[in-house]
């Protein structure tokens, strides 16, 4: 089995500062807007080389997706960042008027998605975003796992036409993907091969998921990891094809199990090849103050908690 | 100068287009979309600077945004009568598979739209966006946009409000369809707003009231004393004292005819009031 190893952790949030500085560079449409979290947003470096396409909005979210909404309509490509939670959940109707139904060429940046934003708690943290957004008509939603992903997928997001929602994260997490990596929305990306049980994760999980099937293989069970960071468009003959060849299936996710990837991948198998599956993922509960560490422990969404839901679907294959 | 009488027949048909519309479909807004003829009329038939060969950027246009969506009929017939595309297709206005969607929108791809609106507030903070953009493009044209006095209760306005101002968008006319009534009756008494040109100027826009909302003449003259006060740091709003349901007498001066269609008789003294100038769709 393919092994994955790290010799840095970098935030997911970097890698978007990275991508978007790039953006700036190479491509003269790109506009970047913020409510007040520059530096939550790693923005900084966009905006000291392009003072003139940049737009502090201030505490206003509502007021910054219709602003971005009117950029498109002039050519411009807004990329706006805030806390996953104010991009979505508080701003729900004007990204479903003035974006999705529009159809305006917005890209909506989320970081501190998810439990992993720490210490704040559950007013900060969002674990409901993935099926908000993917419930929006012509939303693609996107989650990256580390530096290099985030990086390349907001680059990627540039040059695809339609509205997209790109989540990602606050704590520093390995980065073992490649940092010259081709981003293809809506491809799944096979990270293992393996004949015992496929493992497809999304965002920080897809660590885990690596780990889990590390530990897995020494108790001699063979498991396919999978990393979509699309979730919609969902790459289902990526799914198909693996859960053909392994019977059985986890999925893993920082995200309520009502509304996200785990449902979008439920719908693909009750639909063409009904498959046992196994939820990680939230309960249907909101979070809590933390670490980021302690709060993926106490709600079950590392290694050692994928592990036991391998176990467990084994069993039901 | 503008040929008054001329603009006058315009605005009669638009008033006839307005409830025969409303009428066939026995649902949509009468009252605010009568209230504003006079203003799309200036609008369009005046004021504006555009082409009807319509492109989604409108780089060198002016452009204007329909924030309060529900006055869709005055809107579609305005761009329908200014070339936009054919008069006959008002016909198809809210029926299952048209372009004349009930609250407008660019879903269906209706030239001359350029956001979907309805659910109210959203307008301002899109052009100001677009406003934006044209300074981007070094393009010196006018954004305009028109709101409703009772939908200045959603907050996202205020958001808007002091952002253009902070911002210096001086590209932007915004206009308050000031008629006085919302829904479920006169806003001073669904939710008193103060005085709203205190308001404005206290967030930083240069305000001017027009006291005549009806009368074509002092519309033009109002939409071009603002469109003098465009480029000079400041937003520009205009208060503009309307009637709701003007035209016809039994919609005046209620809110009554917000979002009620005439009847067969009804719809006969409306169209008696305003006798065909243009030709019907």
Redesign the interface.
Known sequence: MKKYTYTEKQDTRSGFGAGLAELGRTNPNV?ALCADLIGSLKMEKFIEENP??F?Q??I?E???????????????I?FTGTFANFSTGRVY??I???IA????NVKICASHAGLTLGEDGATHQILEDIGLMKMLPGMTVINTCDYNQTKAATIAIADHQGPVYLRFGRPKVPIFTDADQKFEIGKAVQLTEGTDVTIVATGHLVWEALQASEALEEKGISAEVINIHTIKPLDKNAILKSVKKTGCIVTAEEHNYLGGLGESVARVLSENLPTPQEFIATHDTFGESGTPEQLMEKYGLNSSAIVKAVTKVLERK | MPNIKELEEFATQVRRDIVRMVHAVNSGHPGGSLGCVEFFTALYKDVMCYSTDFK????GED?F?LSNGHISPVYYSVLARSGFFPVSELATFRLINTRLQGHP???EGLPGV??????LG?????????????K??N?DSIVYSLHGDGELQE??NW??I??AA??NVDNLISTIDYNGQQIDGATKDVLPMGDLKAKFEAFGWDVLEVEKGNDIEAVIAGLKEAKSRTGKGKPVCILLHTVMGNGVDFMMHTHAWHGKAPNDEQLALALEQNPETLGDY
């Open positions: 506009v003139e396409r737009f909005i201030g206003a509502a007021n910054m997706m219709g602003i971005a909404a009117g950029l498109t309509i002039g050519g411009k807004p109707d004007q479903r008027q003035s139904y529009s159809n305006k | 989604m950027d409108g780089k452009l945004f929108t660019t879903h350029r956001i979907a609106s309805g659910s959203q307008g301002m903070s899109v052009a100001i966006g677009a406003a934006q953009a044209k981007l493009n393009d907050g996202q958001e808007a002091m952002y902070g911002k």
